[in-house]
Each structure stands twice: as C-alpha cells, then as structure tokens.
C-alpha cells in the first residue's frame, strides 16, 4: 500500500489530539476480540466520545487511505475487529449515553457503546425492557453491527427486529439517518437492515433507535430431561407449533449437562435438558408451563420442574447461565472453539445428531447448546492452547459442520457473524449473492476503507 | 431514448412467442394501479408462469435497455406499475404455485403470483396461517415489493418481518437466492430486507419464502366507543403497554362510523371507535378483552362489547370490513385519495386532531381509518372525479399531512410504498440517505431499467 501511515497519524492528531492513542499496548487490546484470531494491532485506536469524532477519524482516514475498524467491547468471537491491513480502530465504549426512552412509544435512542446491560439497568423504572441477549455484555452497536441474538430470539427476534432506524457515518464521512421514528414505514431502500449485520464495513454505526417490550407481568421457568436430543428438539418444536409463546427455550446435551453438575455441584440426570422461559400474565405463564408440560410427557421428558417464583427460578436457571464456564472447566485452561450453524427446526435433531456422531471420534471434548426455537446450535470444542493438531480438527469439524448445515438449507452461522471465521463459506451460502453484496459494498465504500478483510472472500480474480 | 421497442419486442417475441402481448387492452389493463394516477401503458406484456420466463424477458430488456415492471393484482395505491418509459410489464400472476409448506419449521415457499388469500386457503388444514393482511387480495410477490402490513401488524410485523428469504431476478437475469431456510443468520449482508420495499426497482422477486405463525386456539374481538380520538389512542396504547398482545386495534372516526351505518344499516354510536382482535388460548384471549375493558373505562370507553364466538365476532368487526366501501358510499361516484402516514404512536392523537381540523376546512368530505398500535392511518378523501380543484384540494391536503408526520420523525409512508405518489417527499424524508440509496440503485441496475422513475426522485443535476 502507497498509504504514508506517519502522515495520517499526524493528520488524526491535528484533528482529534488525545483521543488518539498508539500506545503498543492500546493497540494490541484492541486488535482482538474473544475468538482465537491471532491479535492483529491497528496502528491507532481513536476513543470517540460524540459522533463527530468518528466523522472526524473516518474523513482523515478516507483522504490518507487508511482502513478504519469499529470497536465496543471486543466481545466477538470470530475475528471481527482484527486490523487485517492496520488502520485506525475507531473505540465507541465513550459513546455511552442513553439519548431518550419513550415509554409512550415504547422505543428509546442510544449512542453506539451503551452495553445491553446497563441499557437495561437503565430502563428499570419504565415496565420496559431491551430483550435481546447474546450472552455477552456486548454494546448494541456492537449487536447490531453483527446481527446479533441470543436465547430469546425464539419470542423476542434478533436485532434484525429489534432495530428501528441507525445514525451512521457512512466512509466519506457524511452521516445519515437510517429511518425515522414510526414503527414501521414503507418510504424507499431499508438502509437500517442493510448495515445490521455489515460488522462496519458499509458505515460506522454511532446511534441505534431500539424497539422495547413491556416487561412481562409474570415469569415462568422449566427444566425438563429427555431420553435423547432427538426428543428433547421434537417437544420444543411441537411446544412452538401448539402456539406457546415460549421466551427461551434451550438445549443442553448430555456432556453439558455432566459439566455444569461438576461446575455448580448440581444433581440434573446427565441426559439431553431443555431449559425454557414462559412470559406472561401470572394465569398465562401458569398455562404455558403446563402446556409445555403435557407436551414433554408424549416426548419421554421427565423431572419437569417449573416456578415463578424468582429465587426458585434463578436456581432452575443457574444451570444454563453457568453453561459456557461449566464446558470450559471440563478441560481447564483450554480454548475453546464455537461453532455457530443454525438450520431449519425440522432438520435439527438430526443435524445434532450428526454433529454428536462426529464429536464421538474427535480428539477433543465437546458440549453443545442450542437455541432450539431458532434451529441454531454451537458446539464448544475444548482444545489444547498448545496442541496445533487439536485446533486443526476443531477447524475441520467446524468444516464437516458447516457443509452439513449448507446440505440442510441452514446457514453457517447463525448470530455470530462472519468476521475472519467465516469468510470462506460465504459465497457457498450464498452463490451470486455474494457478487451482490460486493457490488453494495463497491457502491458505498469505493475505496474499501471500512473494516478491509471481513465478510466478503477475495474476488474470484484474487 | 435510442432503444428501437420494435427490434426488443422482436426479440422478445422469439423467446417468448405468446407469452406476449401487445394488445392495447392488455398493455392498458396493466398500465395503471388502484391509485388516482393516470394509465401509463407499456409498450408490451409478458405474462410468465416459470421463473425463466421472468429471466428470459429481463435478459432481452436488459440488451435493448427496456424498462421492466413486475406486475401481481394491480391493487397498489401509490402509482408503483405504471409505465412512466414504457417497456415491458411482467404479469406474474400465472406463478400462483405454493411451492412447499413445512408445518414443522412453519414456514413456506410460494411464487410471487399467490395471494394472500389463496396461500390461507391452501394452509388451511395445517394449523398455520399467513398474518400480513393490507386489505385488497394482493400477491405476496407485490406485497413484499411494496413492504405491505395492515390491520395485525401491531402483534405479526409487516412483510419485512415475515419474509425469510426472497428468490430475484436481478438486472443482468442473474438469478439470486437472497438467504437460507434457517430461521435466522448472520451470515453477510441482509439483500432480503434491501429487495423487501424496493418496488422491483433493484430486481423482479419470483420466489418467497415466508414465516408462519400457529393458528390461535381461541379470538376474541371487541368493539368500544370513545368519547374522542384522543382518548381511544391513549387506551390503544396503555393496552399494549400493559402487555396485552393486541392482535389488530383498529381506529375508526365519527364520520367513518356514520358512515357504515348508513351502509350496513348499523346503530353504533357516531363516536370514535376501537375495534379490537385478540389471540391465544381460549383463558387468554378472554383476560386480554377483560383487561382491555378496564383500559378502555379509564379513558371514557362506553359500549363495550366482545365475543369469541366465531359469527358474533364477524358482526362485531363487520363495520370495519365494510369500511372503504361505506365511506364511498358518502358520496358515491367519487374518487379517493388515501394518505398513509405513521407517527410515533405518542404523537398519533395530535397528528390525527390536526388532520381533523384540517379536514373541517376542507372543500371534500373525508374519513379517517387508524392501524394505532403502530401509529399508522389513513385519510380517505372522496373527491369529485371530475373536479381537478377538488383533486388538488385532496392533494394540497396529503402535503400538509405529510409535512406534518415528517415535523413529528414520521414517515410520509407507512404501509402504501413511494411509486410515484410519495417520490416527492423522499429526500426529506431521508436527508443524504437518499443518495445512498441512488448508489445501492446505481451499483445494482446500472442502466436504469428496473421499474423506472419510481421511489427514489430524480437526482439533484436533473
């Protein structure tokens, strides 16, 4: 590249002084995220505070050439803030202000960095709610820019539903509004839905107008065992079908299950679990538990337990919460790699099924947890951080995965995103679409400056 | 232009023989709309039962730079068909095949010529059924187009939140799948909601696959009179605060109810009316009536009734079927002009009161319908066909109301689409979005020949 990196970081700092740091180790923290991705440092992190810095980073970046990375909290897990070809990492955590709630409306305006957690904190005293949870503490600029979801997308959707309109510095600097404020609107291209999910290479997205929910009057929750997947998947889908408004449903394979026993010195039958959560009035919630209930019976589901109350509701829960550390304590100091594919609900159980045939002869452990509702499943494998070998079969189980997900019409990953990780499987999910998407980002980012190396494969002609 | 139209129908003719037509009653039937705007003929009709008919017919269009118009019922509002530069109209109503329908994963494939209507009727013994209801029997082909919803958008979404994934014919005859059967992804950009509202001018879609949803166990419906439109659309919304998962609340001003009256030989009150649809079990759909009974008293409500019963429930919600043809019956001959603006639902009353204040002065009668849980409604004005005052009253009328929604960070369009009608008003609408949207328009359709002339206005050098 002709880019003079000296000069553009001269330029960056005559505009934005201090809130540029190129610091070794500011750098590095921010040259990775939660996957196994190799740490790959910008050379500059901005800390924006207020959208004009970043308009002010991406129009000095856009004249020097240089790439420009949006960065929340660095909780990605495939490779998404990696500063492939350097640049400038743009960091949105000062972007912190909650703008407006709008009970009346029952919608609110954030800045890019305010977390899903504080978000929330923040709603306490309205009845309303920010549902989406992708486990992560992540910020919703983040979760919008990599579509993300979580557990209960099953009743609540993704951020794909969840987003009403964005503000965005698009990569000449200009900022647009995506939408305005009704709640639905059929005025021209939906440029909201066209960079949920672009992990910043169209824009970086500085301000999200969010759909909220009535907190619900009532909570249930229920754990069930099952006799196998295949029934565990059968019962949650049929519970769907029968019109129960299921606010998380999750499965839990045996291995899990065994871990999270270990991990929180719990006594479930080390059997394929579901975990579900009923949202509702106090009679409803009632009325969905037992539905839920009878259904899981024809299904061989035994030890049904469910309650409302709050303490006993968290115990029943712990178990999933503590899932993720549970897996990782099976093999301490590991590394995990998550696999992420979701298919049609009707294909699941046998897609698992597969999935835990191909486990049976790996050289690693693995557990799985789905978000059943959704047909989406991740598969925690458990490497050696030393073992070069280990993580080559992970990354080749992930293959098998993938093109059995692809053989089934799902998708190679269903929440997480593309990033680095998944590059290579783009333009098998999506054949001449990819040349579509290339053709958009071509359009909106001539000189390919925003977040170079993720999503898209190389062109056909390298 | 230098396109010789003999030469491309020539061509066209080759490949297609009697596919098409140049019959001029033909090319007038499929010149114009359900709006007010003025037969625009193409200069040819395809009529297409295979998705390679669709292809073949844009592949020659393409090479002798003929415009192309996709073409379901006709029932658009906004001037979407008609051709502005001549062309070629695809009818796609002969792709009227439901191509799957999988109960288990509840969703389905259809091709663009199926209507709602027939895709309910073929659901009919699976328990499933398709929500998005705009009125007219349109083809979910031009109901995607159009980024249509209706009266349960409120509880269902609109088209951009039921459609999984869309097959299109692109520009060049490339025919693309949009996404995968999995319920959910992250996998690279979103090209389904970017051709969901695009009015075929960045493709023809061919193929949808759709989201179902269970069919309810049990419906209520519910009927209460306001003493004003301020008080029913302060009830409508604590309802759905509160948590009531309000299927359809549709509101209906004094004139409007006077006016079904007198159509449907009715007595209701000539008040402001909410007329309510409830979903869930048969316990859940009578605590949603019973508490939105208690709203409803809160704000003035009187005259409440409800029912499950399926033929009582039809008499209950008669008037708000009836309601577009009682308010021709006002004045009968007339010709309407609809507005379609949607405000954030905080500002609905004063927006409607507004509209009402402004209606009293007008020289046309009009009557008001409100989708209010999603703060959308239309003004049907019933002007003198024959009076071009009257006419430019009505449109003089629609102007203010929009600048007003706008002034509120409401949109000029809720549910009708831009076509020609709302062009106008885009780029204040969208500020520097809209040229954003002309690049997107560029990059896909770089010869201009998908439905041209609509959504986006004519650019700033002219």
Redesign the interface.
């Known amino acids: 590249m002709s880019t003079n990196v000296d000069a553009a970081l001269d330029d960056l700092r005559s505009q934005l002084g201090d809130r540029v740091s190129t610091a070794a180790a500011v750098r590095e923290q921010h040259g990775h995220d939660e996957s196994g991705w190799p740490v790959m440092a910008p050379d500059a992190v901005v800390f924006a505070t207020e959208r004009g810095h970043v308009a002010t980073a991406v129009v000095v970046c856009a004249r020097h050439g240089l790439p420009v990375i949006a960065y929340g909290t660095g909780t990605a897990v495939e490779g998404h803030v990696q500063a492939v070809r350097g640049g400038v990492v743009i960091d949105l955590a000062g972007m912190d202000q909650v703008l407006r709630v ?6 609110c305006t954030v800045q890019a960095g305010v977390t899903r957690k504080q978000l929330n904190r923040h709603l306490r005293d309205t ?1 309303l709610f920010f549902p989406v949870d992708p486990g992560a503490d992540a910020s919703i600029g983040g979760m919008a820019a ?4 979580g557990t209960n ?1 099953v009743r609540y ?2 951020m ?2 969840n987003v009403l309109s964005l503000t965005a510095v ?1 990569p000449d600097g ?21 960079l ?3 992990e910043g290479t ?1 824009g970086v997205i500085t301000d999200i107008t969010l759909r909220l929910h ?4 009532a909570i249930s929750a229920a754990v069930c065992a099952f006799p196998s997947v295949e029934a565990a998947v059968q019962a949650a ?1 049929e519970t ?4 129960v ?1 299921v606010a998380r449903v999750e499965l839990l394979d045996e291995l899990q299950m065994r871990a999270i026993n270990a991990y929180a010195g719990l006594d479930h039958a080390e059997a394929p679990h579901l975990f579900l959560e009923f949202h ?2 106090s ?2 919630v009632a ?1 969905q538990a037992e539905a839920t209930q009878a259904i899981a019976a024809e299904h061989g589901g035994t030890a049904f337990q469910w309650s409302t109350r709050e303490e006993e509701r968290n115990r029943l829960w712990q178990a999933r919460h503590d899932a993720f550390p549970a897996a990782m304590q099976l093999r301490p100091g590991c590394r995990p790699v998550i696999t992420d594919v ?5 294909a699941l159980a046998g897609c698992i099924a597969r999935a835990q045939e191909d486990l049976a002869a790996m050289p690693v452990p693995g557990t799985i947890l789905g978000h059943v509702g ?3 499943f991740h598969v925690i494998l458990l490497c050696d951080p030393d073992s070069e070998e280990e993580h080559a079969a992970a990354k080749a189980f992930n293959q098998r995965l993938v093109e059995q ?2 053989a089934l ?10 990033g680095l990780g ?1 590059r290579g ?2 333009a098998r ?6 040349e ?2 290339r ?6 980012d001539p000189q390919g400056i925003m977040n170079p190396g993720k ?2 494969p190389d062109p056909p002609s390298g």
Chains 1, 2 share one sequence.
């Open positions: 709008s009970p009346g409306d029952m919608d009845g990599t579509r993300a979801s997308a959707g993704t794909a539903h698009l200009r900022v647009i509004e995506t939408g305005r404020r009704a709640r639905k609107s059929s005025a021209g291209y939906d440029l909201t839905h066209l949920i999910g672009a169209l009535g907190l619900p009057e889908s769907i079908q029968s019109g408004p509702g009035s009679a409803g009325e979701c298919v049609p609900v009707s959704d047909g989406n997900a692809l019409d799902g998708t190679c990953t269903g929440e997480h995103g593309v998944k499987f783009l999910e999506h054949g001449d679409a990819v579509v998407m053709a958009v980002k071509n359009a909106l999503i898209l």
